[in-house]
């Protein structure tokens, strides 16, 4: 585990915490124009980009995963990139490829779609291993390298990646692996009627999205994201997320690894934070481990699947 | 079974392995002590008896060679061969036992009834002392449970272990031989080894061996008190023994063990009166073995049935009529008494010494009729008896306890060294006790062997010492002697009338001689003893008291010869007493006469105030004077014994305090209501919130483990109807600085615990429950 408390820097593009914690408000309630309900996950969403963390939607199609994704890269006034993942696609499709410039007679290179703050990679799980593992790849390194050179990729970058949950055979899983790349792994679920009738009302016309204006840029985000950094986590959080993550290993065949336990804390620092503490406390850690955990978790045979095991997790590791 | 004993032994390796850690190899150990405890408190028990009967040297050989056998064989044999050997041992030790006392192991077969009722004798209360071969049936005993309870506590089954232990201690406890401290300790020893053995067993910290302590503190305060409480059946003597406060009860309640005591008061009642030819010393009781600070009497008395055998020479024949005029333990009669008559025959019993003793007391009134074989050979006679001495008399009456000091020896041999034959050797040893020892009835009993001390150390002593003093110097001059009770011939009232009271109490020294039997010696010196005993006699009539004479004693001097030449300590007093007698007889009432009547030649002031006599008129003058201060001084001085009582309660007492972890929730209790403010204002914040968390578990539930402090709190204002004091969340807000951010400053520490304070009184009664 790194060092959660690293030296504070010195920058001017520093944010105060308080600032951010409004910030993050002021975000939520733009994307809440468009995403009617889902606080919580709006929520997520945020901290993890907040936390330098991608997100994973695991739902069916329609209830508006690639809407929330483009309202909140519209909302921070970043570039959205997305991504159909297709059986056919190509990781060259997906990271850029090297063109031959018949006027300068070079090779130019041709950035692809991940060259962007905010990526949608739609249904990733359509599209073979090899493409998927080209995005994977970008979101663990921040940087995409084709045909030997490396380039860097955006600041903030975050993914936020969906995947289909039926037709099961036309799909291809994403590796055990590689689903510990994503920060948190989140579901959105139908809404509720009254939301569903809301919804209803505001899209029937003109869609709600066409008109978002962005409420923060570029340059704030990646401050806010600074600040995240470097809020506080005492020894005392980091032995209860070891303890917690202690739990999963002992009591599944997979549990949590460490970089499980890195993201937890991430995103709990980002959760205290949008708290307006510059300090994380245990229910931070409580509150982001049901998302953070379980897609990191091999349940055994005793327990249904991940969310148990953290659900038993939080139920009986001692919080001091 | 073997596998089952293999696969303890694997175990027991195991752990032996593992002794270096703390816990249980200490435990082990403790335990093992406690065996060993046990063992020797029994043996110890064990070793009294053969101090007194010799063959101490063997004794704790065997015990050695147990101990070291069980060590070996823990390993080699399993338990039940280890049984088995333990009982054929033990059945080997009894077959031996039985071989020496002339029985014969066939005797198992003959009469296997009468050992049981032996070993029935032995359970129900007689001492080993009593038994003829004592030392014999000790070695006997001592072996098998030694062997057994050390072979099973090396075993590491110390549960089992204890029980051959407990058993033999057990035993000697029914036997009366055990006394407290030794039954104490080896109780305690035992549920030690019990108890230390399971926390090994079941891997026990030192912390949890504090029931233990208050378990033992509570048996040894109960053990004591029980014993201290005036009226239980503790130590005679310490409180108002009114028996062993007499020399009569010292002397004789017809037990059959004779302590010897310190300083003894006497009482003049009359006791019984004697019709015969010829005065005697009426002998009560006979014993023959010395304990150093007691004298028993071994063998077993028998119902009387016809003549008893007299002495193997010439004897005289005395009839005697004795009228107890009391509740009498005793039948008094002349050495050697052949045969009794008259309607109490049926409730005598003779003692294998051939003396008479009641079945039930004689009440007053009771009469019976006893003749006597009295011997009186000359001094010629008895010069020429020679040292032939039957083997069954050497055996038994040679006995010295086995720490008789060479000095003693020494000392004896000095004072008969012009004696040659045991006639000789009697009378210098009666006449060196006579002429160099005084007589006196106030002495501080010495520790240890009497004889030796009133032999080498002692100036004075009454006849109990000069008895027991001559009885054993005889002895270390290989002469048969034993030690014998009664009264002397008392207060001659008419020619053929005794009147017997309990200031004639007395002991004295049978000596053997090969033809004649047991003759009477008298290392008392007389003189100072009459004039001492008179002197109470005197005392109790002006005193008014009852019972001092029968209807036939009061005109009748008490005794012919006038005081001699004693150092007695007033003279003057008895010369007062003695002329007030007349007085006395004339106006019995009044007890203020002898003042009026003595003033001018009685010396001694005696200011003492004439009260209401007491029965038994033994009040201690010197103490009535200034023995108040001296008396109260002892009160407030702390005894070493109840010091040592104080300290195991006191540390069982703290051991229960510490089982029931009272001092913990105490401090708890206080801790609610008050901090203790300190330096660093992040341990304040943060304590504040424990006793917030306290606060609400009283109120509402305890935080569970895996609760956050913030989940907490909103759990209980979900949970609860009133919810939480809103100032909770100020506390929790600083208690989460402290500990997680980056610190809180003094005041909002401050301030924490004022709300927590706050919240703490509102609890207390009186002041009202917090939102109702």
Redesign the interface.
């Known amino acids: 585990m790194t060092d959660a408390n690293p030296p504070s820097r010195t920058g001017t593009d520093r944010l105060g915490v308080s600032t951010v914690a409004d910030l993050c408000a002021e975000l939520e309630a733009n994307v809440a124009e468009v995403i009617v309900g889902h606080e919580d996950v709006v929520e997520h969403v945020v901290t993890a980009m907040l936390g330098r963390g991608h997100v994973l939607l695991d739902d069916v199609p329609g209830v508006g995963k690639t809407m929330l994704a483009r309202s909140i890269a519209t909302s921070i006034d970043c570039e959205f990139r997305r991504i159909q993942f297709t059986p056919d696609l190509l990781p060259t499709d997906v990271t850029g490829v090297n063109v031959f410039n018949q006027q300068s007679r070079e090779f130019e290179f041709q950035p692809g779609p991940v060259f962007g703050n905010v990526v949608l990679g739609d249904e990733i799980n359509r599209a073979p291993p090899k493409t998927q593992s080209a995005l994977l790849e970008a979101m663990e390194e921040e940087q995409v390298t084709v045909d030997g050179d490396t380039r860097e990729l955006p600041d903030p970058f975050t993914v936020i990646a969906t995947q289909n949950a039926i037709e099961p055979n036309r799909t291809y899983d994403l590796p055990f692996a590689e689903l510990d790349r994503f920060m948190k792994k989140l579901h959105l679920g139908y809404p509720d009627p009254d939301e569903e009738a809301e919804l209803l009302g505001r899209t029937v016309g003109h869609h709600p999205i066409e008109s978002l204006e962005p409420v923060t840029d570029r340059a704030t985000i990646v401050a806010a994201r600074e600040t995240v950094a470097e809020t ?1 986590v ?1 020894r ?2 980091r032995e209860y997320a070891t303890r917690l993550a202690g739990y999963t290993r002992e009591h599944a065949r997979v549990g949590v690894s460490p970089r499980g336990t890195i993201a937890l804390l991430r995103a709990a620092q980002a959760r205290a934070v949008t708290d307006g ?7 931070d850690v ?1 509150t982001e481990a049901s998302v953070v955990l379980p897609h990191r978790i091999k349940a055994g045979d005793r327990e249904r699947d991940g969310a148990t095991v953290v659900e038993n997790a ?7 | 079974m073997s596998t089952k004993s293999d696969s303890q032994t694997s175990d027991r390796t195991i752990e032996i392995a593992t002794d270096g850690s703390v816990g249980p190899g200490t435990f082990r150990l403790l335990a093992c002590c406690c065996v060993l405890v046990l063992t020797a408190s029994y043996v110890s028990v064990l070793r009294d008896v053969t101090r007194v009967v010799g063959g101490t040297e063997t004794l704790l050989t065997l015990v050695g060679a147990m101990l070291v056998a069980a060590t070996v064989l823990a390993w080699a044999i399993r338990p039940r061969t280890a049984t088995v050997a333990a009982v054929v041992a033990g059945a080997l030790g009894f077959a031996y036992y039985l071989e020496y006392t002339g029985l014969g192991v066939e005797v198992l077969l003959s009469a296997g009834d009468v050992l049981l009722s032996d070993a029935a004798a032995l359970a129900t209360g007689l001492p080993l002392l009593r038994m003829v071969e004592a030392g014999v049936w000790t070695l006997a005993f001592v072996p098998a449970p030694v062997f057994l309870s050390w072979y099973l506590a090396v075993r590491g089954r110390y549960a089992l272990g204890v029980v051959p232990g407990g058993i033999a201690l057990l035993f000697l406890v029914l036997t009366g031989d055990a006394g407290t401290i030794p039954t104490l300790v080896g109780t305690l020893a035992g549920i030690g080894a019990v108890g230390c053995g399971e926390l090994e067993r079941r891997g026990g910290s030192v912390a949890q061996a504090d029931l233990l302590a208050a378990l033992f503190a509570l048996i040894v305060v109960l053990s004591l008190t029980v014993t201290v409480i005036p009226g239980g059946s503790g130590t005679p003597g310490h409180f108002a023994g009114t028996e062993a406060g007499t020399l009569e009860g010292t002397i004789d309640h017809a037990s059959d063990r004779s302590r010897i005591g310190g300083s003894v008061d006497l009482s003049p009642e009359v006791r019984f009166t004697v019709e015969a030819d010829q005065a005697s010393y009426w002998r009560t009781g006979v014993y023959d073995r010395f304990a150093g600070d007691e004298w028993v009497r071994t063998g077993d008395r028998s119902d009387y049935s016809g003549p008893i055998g007299g002495p193997p020479g010439e004897t005289e024949r005395v009839r005697q009529l004795v009228t107890a005029e009391t509740t009498l333990g005793v039948m008094p009669a002349a050495p050697q008494p052949v045969s009794v008559d008259g309607e109490f025959t049926q409730h005598t019993r003779v003692s294998s010494h051939g003396q008479i003793h009641p079945n039930n007391p004689l009440v007053e009134g009771d009469t019976y009729a006893v003749e006597s074989a009295v011997i009186d050979p000359g001094a010629a006679a008895l010069q020429g008896a020679g040292t032939d001495y039957p083997d069954p008399i050497a055996e038994r009456y040679l006995q010295t306890p086995e720490d008789t000091s060479n000095e003693f020896e020494a000392r004896t041999a000095e004072i008969t060294a012009d004696a040659d034959t045991p006639y000789e050797k009697a009378v210098a040893i009666e006449d060196y006790l006579r002429s160099t020892k005084g007589y006196s009835l106030e002495v501080d009993r010495p520790t240890g062997n009497v004889a030796e001390a009133f032999l080498l150390e002692m100036d004075e002593g009454y006849c109990v010492y000069f008895a027991t003093t001559m009885a054993q110097m005889l002895r270390a001059e290989d002469v048969p002697t034993r030690y014998v009770t009664g009264y002397t011939s008392g207060q001659q009232v008419d020619d053929d009338e005794y009147v017997v009271r309990g200031t004639d109490a007395h002991a004295w020294v049978e000596v053997y001689f090969p033809g004649h039997g047991w003759v009477a010696f008298e290392p008392t010196p007389s003189g100072p003893r009459d004039s001492a005993h008179n002197e109470q006699v005197e005392r109790a009539r002006e005193d008014g008291a009852e019972d001092v004479d029968t209807d036939s004693s009061e005109d009748v001097p008490l005794s012919e010869e006038e005081p001699e030449d004693e150092p007695s300590e007033t003279p003057s007093e008895i010369v007062g007493n003695n002329e007030s007698e007349d007085w006395n007889d004339s106006d019995p009432d009044t007890g203020y006469g002898p003042d009026n009547e003595t003033d001018g030649n009685d010396s001694s002031p005696e200011p003492e105030p004439v009260e209401p006599a007491a029965n038994d008129s033994s009040v201690t003058d010197e103490e009535d004077d200034d023995g108040w201060l001296a008396a109260l001084v002892e009160r407030l001085s702390i005894s070493r014994e109840a010091a040592t009582v104080a300290l195991v309660a006191l540390t069982g007492l703290v051991a229960s305090v510490h089982r029931t972890g009272a001092v913990g929730r105490l401090r708890r209790t206080v801790g609610l209501y008050w901090q203790r403010r300190s330096d660093d204002p992040d341990r304040d914040a943060e304590r504040a919130y424990r006793r917030l968390e306290r606060l609400l578990a009283v109120s509402h539930r305890p935080r569970e483990r895996s609760e956050s402090a913030r989940g907490y709190l909103e759990a209980l204002a979900e949970e609860s109807d009133e919810g939480v004091d809103p100032r909770a969340e100020t506390v929790l807000e600083r208690y989460e600085r402290a500990v997680y951010g980056g610190g809180v400053d003094r005041e909002g520490a401050d301030e924490s615990m004022a709300i927590v304070d706050e919240l703490a009184r509102e609890r207390l009664p009186g002041r009202g429950q917090r939102g109702n």
């Open positions: 506080r005492e005392p959080v503490r510059d300090y994380v406390i245990p229910d409580q939080l139920e009986r590791v001692s919080v001091e």
